[in-house]
């Protein structure tokens, strides 16, 4: 029987040694952090850990080290987009036979697929695999917009259960619901306390990799709680953070706060480059006034 997924999940970026090389001990180390430190659950191979910059051998690397790594203490889904819907189904499959609880996938990112050809891509893959699918609405990086309506088809396709809607759009929280009901639970991308607000379960986030702690609190908060005022007060308190790993710098500014904190995050893979030195000290001043530390 598969999970119920809820509640904060990181979007985990992918560490790099000093030469380049994916380095699973630092995934195996952070995925431990990430854990002990009160995650509601991991997401590896997104859009935050460059799966598009990995090799098949690499990103297997990864997901392998984080599922065994959390060794189902938490919800662990993989990232298995892709522009061919039987290369998607490929690495479905391959995600479940290594014991994935569900799978993110992104729509195809280059074709500008139809509503009936999305809605066909995520039929033939939930099909062909016994775990959810948890779809992923991005269209500043798929050049595909899931709205509302056609979620709300794709919410009738058995195994697509889930949708990380990561638009500006708060409304669209909203109106998934009310067009979809329970069979879509909605988690927020860029935007978590104002989704939380609107009704979604949960949030992707990108934060979450330095802050694990206050931002699954804060989902606590809302969710589970109904503290809507002591949620906001912390969702200010932490805005900074959020703000500085959000846009262009999800990845750079990500792996910069890390390496500030003391976690071995390497640089970014080109074309994606190292922050700016006056913008890397910035982040270390966040670092230092958050007192944020990486320590197992």
């Known amino acids: 029987m598969s999970k119920s997924f809820r509640g904060t999940y990181t979007v985990m970026i992918t560490p ?22 009160g995650i509601h659950g991991l997401i590896p191979l997104g859009s935050t850990g460059e799966f598009l910059s990995l090799s098949e051998e690499e990103r297997d690397g990864v997901a392998s080290t984080v599922i065994g790594t959390a060794a189902g203490r938490v919800p662990v ?80 396709i058995d195994g697509c259960d889930y949708i990380k809607e990561s638009t500006l759009e708060v409304t669209r929280v909203r109106d998934i619901i009310r067009l979809c009901g329970d069979r879509m639970t909605v988690f927020g991308g860029i935007l978590g306390f104002e989704s939380f607000v609107e009704g979604a379960q949960g949030w992707v986030a990108v934060a979450s990799n330095v802050a694990p702690r206050p931002l699954s609190r804060l989902f606590e908060l809302v969710a589970d709680e109904d503290d809507v005022r002591e949620a906001h007060a912390l ?8 703000e500085a790993v959000g846009g262009q710098r999800y990845v750079a500014g990500t792996k910069a706060l890390l390496t500030h904190m ?35």
């Open 235 to 242: 969702y200010l308190k932490w805005l900074p953070v959020i």
């Open 77 to 156: 889904l993989i990232g298995t987009g892709a522009e061919d819907t039987r290369e998607a189904l490929r690495l479905s499959r391959k995600a479940e036979a290594m014991g994935a609880d569900g799978v993110m996938i992104i729509p195809p990112f280059y074709s500008t697929p139809t509503d009936d050809e999305l809605v066909h891509h995520y039929r033939t893959v939930a099909e062909g695999i016994g775990i959810p699918i948890m779809v992923y609405n991005n269209p500043a990086t798929a050049n595909v917009d899931l709205k509302p309506a056609l979620v709300a088809r794709i919410a009738e």
């Open 16 to 37: 790099y040694d000093a030469e380049g090389r994916v380095d699973l001990k630092a995934m195996a180390d952070l995925t431990e952090w990430q854990i002990r430190n």
């Open 262 to 296: 003391g976690f071995g995050a390497g640089a970014p893979r080109p074309p994606r480059l190292p922050l700016p030195a006056d913008v890397d000290a910035a982040m270390r001043d966040i670092v230092d006034s958050f007192g944020l530390r990486f320590t197992l």
